[in-house]
């Protein structure tokens, strides 16, 4: 049995905290659980990290934006995903293919058409079994980002108005597709989210044992 879990939202919407609560709560129910992240998440894609988000590339264009992005993912399917996938075990990802048509899709405004074929060619056609999906209000996702002790990245310096579009972007791909998707209100406590996030989950385990 194996399970592919993303996690999506703004940035400064507690994604990687709900992330490492997940993980942590299907080790001790005794599942196999392995972790990545986007971009990066292996050796090359690591690499493929630095260069998105490094602010001194400010001349990165949407296209070039979009096709790290992609190799980055392709590397992460092939060497990493697929193959814990194949073992039976459960892969969580902070952020996947809807990272890419919520902030180059519904952001950056490239072609929807170019991006689902695009993201097809990267993940071989493998979709998230379920999308947790952290809503935070811009507003507040920009406060917190203001006062985070991390270091800002490339994509941390686009405006109110981008975010904006990303968030709504988000919401209207959760609306069409119920079954994929759990909108989660970051504004909750992290227990309370924690809890949501878990029990559906722990749902659909029980579903596919
Ligand atoms: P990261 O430092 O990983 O932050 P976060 O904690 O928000 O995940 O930054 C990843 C940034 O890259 C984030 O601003 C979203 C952006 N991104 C895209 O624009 N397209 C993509 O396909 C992916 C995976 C990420």
């Not at 292996?42 to 992005?69: F, P, S």
């Not at 695009?118 to 493998?126: D, E, S």
């Not at 759990?182 to 227990?191: E, H, K, T, Y």
Request: contains cysteine; glycine residues 6%; negative net charge.
């Amino acid at each position: 049995m194996s399970l592919f879990i993303t996690f999506e939202g703004i940035d400064g919407a507690g994604k990687s905290t709900q992330f490492r609560l997940v993980a942590e709560r299907l080790q001790q129910l005794g599942y196999s659980v392995c972790c990545a992240r986007e971009p990066g998440g292996t050796a090359i894609g690591d690499q493929i990290r630095q260069l998105l988000h490094d602010v001194k590339n400010k001349e990165m264009t949407a296209e070039a934006e979009i096709l790290l992005y992609s190799a980055s993912r392709a590397q992460l399917v092939r060497e990493f995903i697929l193959p814990h996938l194949a073992n039976g075990e459960i892969v969580l990802c902070d952020r996947y293919a809807d990272s890419t048509y919520a902030y180059q899709g519904y952001g950056r405004k490239l072609d929807f058409a170019m991006l689902r074929w695009l993201t097809n060619f990267a993940t071989q056609g493998l979709r998230a079994d379920l999308i947790v999906y952290l809503d935070l209000d811009v507003t507040e996702g920009l406060r917190r980002k203001a006062t985070s002790p991390e270091a800002l990245n490339r994509m941390d310096q686009l405006g109110r108005a981008f975010y904006e579009q990303v968030q709504q972007g988000y919401l209207e791909m959760a609306k069409t597709e119920p079954e994929r998707w759990l909108i989660v209100d970051a504004a909750a406590p992290i227990a309370e989210m924690n809890q949501l996030i878990c029990q559906r989950i722990e749902k659909m385990l029980r579903f596919v044992a």
